[in-house]
């Protein structure tokens, strides 16, 4: 059990990352390095604040009021970062009757995750590509533990929503998409998938931190290739929508 962790920052009032009105906590650090991230300054493991669970119960005490229809979202950086502590977050928030929601790149051990797993009622899972060349291009990290991470929620019926960022010249190459598609369509625990429109919202973060932003020349993604994506998902009886910003 671990009482202590380290935070970016909180959201009282989060609508985007879960059902309902949501308390997110964001969890500091994270070890993947998205070209896109719109949050790098929530990577490094040493930055942020250390907190206690207790602080953050206090906080979301707060917000019960508003927040009892919709929940308690943990998110990132990358919340399996520290395991112990999502699922004391979240095992304290069963304690209050509310629901909980971990947003993960699922980039962790298996083992690692099944404890805080426990605790959650809902997986946000970021797919961040398919083509395991290009998975890595975008995060620098293997496809192989989010896969692993995917089936698991499948075979343990944990529901799911996907949320894969849409890219130009990136992510939205059709074969990238289509294999997402059918690998997606195999999982029985997925609710809804969410295409979300590549933006350039952080990009004055990577210049505040004197990070290269290699992503300045592409363009936001179009209403239009947002559709045709979301159809490419919707062709294969998957949920899927297109949504606002990452
Ligand atoms: S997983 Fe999220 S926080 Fe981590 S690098 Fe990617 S976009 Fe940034």
Request: contains cysteine.
């Amino acid at each position: 059990m671990s009482g202590i962790g380290r935070i970016h920052s909180i959201e009282t009032f989060g609508t985007v990352d879960g059902p309902g009105i949501r308390f997110i906590v964001f969890t500091q650090g994270c070890p993947l390095r998205c070209l896109y991230c719109h949050n790098p300054d929530c990577r490094s493991a040493h930055d942020g604040k250390e907190v206690t669970v207790d602080y953050l119960i206090d906080e979301i005490k707060k917000c019960k009021s508003f927040i009892r229809k919709g929940g308690v979202t943990v998110s990132g950086g990358e919340p399996l970062m520290q395991p112990e502590f999502t699922r004391e977050i979240f095992k304290r928030c069963h304690e209050l009757g509310l629901d909980t929601a971990l947003d993960t790149s699922g980039y962790c051990a298996i083992e690692a995750a099944k404890s805080v797993l426990e605790e959650t009622d809902l997986v946000l899972l970021d797919i961040k590509s398919y083509i395991p060349e290009l998975y890595y291009k975008v995060t620098n990290v293997s496809i192989e533990p989010t896969l692993a991470l995917a089936k698991h929620l499948s075979e343990i019926g944990k529901p799911a929503w996907i949320r894969f960022v849409l890219v130009p010249h990136l992510t939205d190459n059709e074969e990238n998409i289509t294999q997402l598609a059918d690998f997606i369509a195999t999982l029985k625990n997925i609710e809804r998938l969410e295409v979300l429109p590549f933006h350039k919202m952080g990009e004055y973060k990577w210049e505040q931190l004197g990070l290269p932003y290699s992503l300045k020349d592409t363009p936001p993604a179009t209403p239009e290739l947002v559709k045709q994506t979301v159809d490419i998902f919707r062709d294969r009886g998957i949920n899927a929508l297109g949504a606002v910003g990452l």
